[in-house]
């Protein structure tokens, strides 16, 4: 197993990230998110965008989780698509390199497969399979190769959007068919239920919306404030 996997081993990362739109998203402030969260125990940092990670690698040791959020009209398919985006995310200093591993038509009809291979054996850099269901995790390993498996993407693809909660099953069915890390991600909100992802079998874990999502956090506390429900009526 490689060390950074062995490093992250019963951890915390913290996925340190902004809407676009927000305030945040600037590669200082991001870069200060990860630097508080290493300060503070957390054995890795999820970040997107080459600008933001080469920001964090000057700030912190733990390794850096890389991804490149890029929209095309053309797949539904966003968090590092292409071996292009890939690329730019391992010249950045990600030390792990985190792509969508869902079986969906990616941008300009780019093969999952090779885009796995080329980053493994061209850019040298290890890779986590961000998947939605147990196929795809199965698929990723048994026939990708890749180094981690990540829930990820359970709730945000069309057969899986139904859920709300963390995918525990998904998890549990993963860490007890492989031996490969599997690190439990999405809509953790509570100590609780971090808690449940390692009695599941989680190598490590990832919480972001939770601990550095202000933004939706701010949305949150003021849907429910007098101001907040005096401006809705008088709309």
Known sequence: ????????RGGLIVSCQAPANSPLAKPEIIAALAETAEQ????GVRIDSPAHIAAVKQ????PVLGIYKIV???????ITPTFASAKVVAAAGADVIAVDATLRRRPNGENLNELVRRIKE?????VMADVATLEEGINAIET?????VSTT???YTEETKHLV???FELLENLARRFDLPIICEGRLRSTEDVQRAFACGAHAVVVGGAITGIDQLVRRFVSVTPARSANVQAS
């Not at 197993?1 to 992250?8: G, L, R, S, Y």
């Not at 990708?144 to 981690?148: E, Y």
């Open 1 to 8: 197993m490689n060390k950074i996997f062995k490093d992250w």
């Open 40 to 43: 503070n125990g957390a054995v």
């Open 59 to 62: 700030r912190v040791k733990v």
């Open 72 to 78: 095309e009209a053309s797949s539904d398919v966003y």
């Open 122 to 126: 061209e850019l040298k850099v290890p």
């Open 144 to 148: 990708l190769g890749v180094d981690c």
């Open 153 to 155: 993407l359970s709730g």
């Open 165 to 167: 909660k963390p995918d």
